[in-house]
């Protein structure tokens, strides 16, 4: 970037100091107007072969040779640097910068996916699919090139300068899924650092990262082979178990889906009884778990079960009655 700017300031600065000289040369010996001498030292250098516009003297038909001989390389070498921005697409590529950049100054409250492989890319799908902001760092160039319509920034996630240019200061959540514990552990520890608020969610490969990453700040940690076995497992065990809970939470399913709703303050449900609140009878959603403010999890709650301020519900229903449970669940403005 910074040698670009360079070559085109060169070439601005030598066509802007080529026909001043011109300029000033036919004022001065030929003793013409501003406008005549501007246009015979334009028509010079750019060697158009119009005529001259007045007869040149002695001297002034020497001026015009050195003015042809300086001008005319000049000439060539800014057409040949605006040629090759447009051939190699230089130009593009800044513009494409600068939009990605006003992009990331706009984020706030999105999430931040580290790496953008098999995981990174279902992530990416899924928070897609939510309409939920988020931007991707991946340093991959091979990765970079398969990506399209996400925002994704080149660089190196456990870098604090590359974690601030996707906003991690005003970010809500990070995934980290990086191909190595070392790798998702340096950038916990720098997200952490730099946002003490922040969701994260981090990989762990190995047996006894898990630990690890949580004493470095993740808030939570996901080991995809550890699930991976206990799903295989109660595919075979629990087959119909199984079933349900992909039917479940599939993407795009419209039929049926598994959802948390937070209830807001304000929310006319607060302090009201599943029961007062209609959701089986009008909605029919099951409630499965009500997760409540301290971290408690109670599952399986009854009709008298009680809704605060604070809960989160996990809901299983219908996606047209869970929106409608949604706005319910949202404050009154």
């Known amino acids: 970037m910074e040698k670009l700017r360079r070559r085109l300031i060169l070439s601005a600065a030598l066509i802007v100091l080529i026909i001043s000289f011109g300029t000033a040369g036919y004022m001065s ?6 406008l005549d001498s501007v246009y015979m030292t334009i028509i010079t250098i750019t060697t158009v072969g ?9 001297s002034g038909k020497l001026f ?35 939009r990605l950049e006003k992009k990331l100054k706009e984020l706030k409250d999105h999430y931040i996916i580290c790496g953008h492989g098999r995981m990174g890319k279902i992530i990416a799908r899924e928070l897609k699919h939510e309409n939920l902001n988020f931007v991707v760092i ?32 005003k970010a809500k959540c990070l995934i980290s899924v990086l191909p190595t514990d070392a790798e998702n552990l340096f950038v916990v520890l720098s997200a952490r650092g730099l946002n003490p608020n922040l969701l994260i969610v981090a990989r762990a490969g190995e047996e006894g990262s898990e630990k690890k990453l949580l004493r470095a700040g993740a ?48 929310s006319r449900l607060a302090g009201l009884t599943l ?29 008298r079960s009680a809704i605060t301020a604070g809960d989160t519900l996990i809901a299983v229903g ?16």
């Open 275 to 303: 029961d007062e609140c209609g959701m089986g009878r009008e909605l029919g959603i099951i409630i499965v778990a009500i997760k409540q403010l301290n971290g408690k999890m109670k599952f399986n709650p009854t009709f």
């Open 219 to 266: 808030d939570r940690v996901v080991s995809p082979y550890h699930i991976g076995g206990l799903r295989m497992a109660h595919s075979v065990l629990k087959p119909a178990v199984v079933d349900f809970i992909e039917f479940a939470t599939k993407s795009g399913n419209i039929d049926l889906q598994l959802e948390e709703i937070t209830i807001q303050e304000g």
């Open 64 to 98: 015009t040779i050195i003015l042809i001989i300086g001008g005319v390389g000049t000439a060539l070498y800014a057409l040949g640097t605006g040629a090759k921005l447009v051939l190699e697409g230089e130009l593009q590529e800044i513009f494409g910068r600068k």
């Open 50 to 58: 119009f005529k001259e516009i007045h007869d040149l003297s002695f």
């Open 138 to 169: 991946e340093k991959n160039p091979d990765i970079l090139r398969e990506t399209e319509d996400v925002l994704i920034l080149e660089g190196d996630a456990a870098k604090d300068e590359t974690l601030k240019k996707v906003g991690i200061e």
């Open 29 to 34: 010996i030929e003793r013409w107007s501003f």
């Open 318 to 333: 219908e996606t047209s009655k869970l929106k409608i449970l949604e706005d319910m669940a949202v404050g009154k403005k």
